[in-house]
């Protein structure tokens, strides 16, 4: 069953298209990895998508929803959240505080679903008390991925979640992403790491100068000598 669709979408900055009739679907349970050359229109989808940019043509759908004109705040309401790349978390403020944020729209006692983040994210237990300002790059990452799933997201979209990793902290990064999937959140990821994500998708597409060039599953795209020559370094 399709939980995001979107149809024929062109989307910029300003006067300035990057988007053009771009079309991606992810369904219920999946894990859909979208590679591509910098400046492809990757980032920019995933704003569209989440309302930071408006899309001046085509449809977003979003568990059967119309969902193009909606803003972020109404977005994450339907069960969506984001991950961006840069300034995803509250450095000033603890881990716990940070998940706290996290859980904002919450009305009822959130201590369960705090606890299963933290079951997700040991060390953010062990170091709960913690500013996230003094934690390494992959822990404050844990502290965004985590602060996005206290709302329990149908859909968790990440961009670049191993940017500037060291490759033990990758490795971890995306073993989390496999367990959130398989507690039953799908996710569209954004991810330079292009043979690591797409090892662990469904589908994957490429975009490249803002429009769809290809889109198959992680394993056949893994294999395709073009993607691999031109995104996945040969």
């Known amino acids: 069953m399709s939980l995001l669709k979107t149809e024929d979408v062109t989307s910029g900055y300003g006067g300035m298209e990057i988007l053009h009739d771009v079309s991606i679907e992810v369904r219920e349970g999946e894990i859909v990895?979208?590679?591509?050359?910098?400046?492809?229109?990757?980032?920019?989808l995933m704003k569209t998508i989440f309302g930071l940019l408006k899309a001046t043509a085509g449809r977003i759908t979003f568990a059967e929803e119309d969902i193009t004109c909606l803003p972020p705040d109404r977005i994450v309401r339907r069960g969506m959240a984001y991950v961006p790349q840069v300034e995803n978390v509250f450095t000033s403020l603890t881990v716990h505080e940070n998940l706290e944020m996290g859980a904002f729209i919450v009305t009822t006692d959130c201590t369960c679903r705090m606890e299963e983040v933290y079951?997700?994210?040991p060390i953010l237990r062990a170091r709960r008390k913690q500013r996230v300002g003094k934690m390494s790059g992959g822990e404050?990452?844990?502290v965004a991925m985590g602060r996005a799933l206290m709302l329990n997201p149908r859909l968790l979209m990440l961009d670049e979640p191993s940017a500037a990793l060291a490759p033990n902290l990758t490795a971890t990064i995306f073993d989390r992403i496999t367990a959130i999937n398989e507690s039953g959140v799908a996710l569209l990821i954004v991810e330079q790491n292009a043979k690591e994500s797409l090892r662990l998708s469904d589908r994957g597409y490429v975009l490249a100068g803002g429009r769809n060039r290809l889109e198959d599953t992680g394993r056949n795209l893994l294999a395709n000598e073009e993607v691999g020559q031109l995104y996945l370094g040969g």
């Open 33 to 44: 990895t979208i590679i591509g050359p910098n400046g492809a229109g990757k980032s920019t």
């Open 140 to 142: 404050c990452q844990m």
């Open 119 to 121: 079951d997700l994210f």
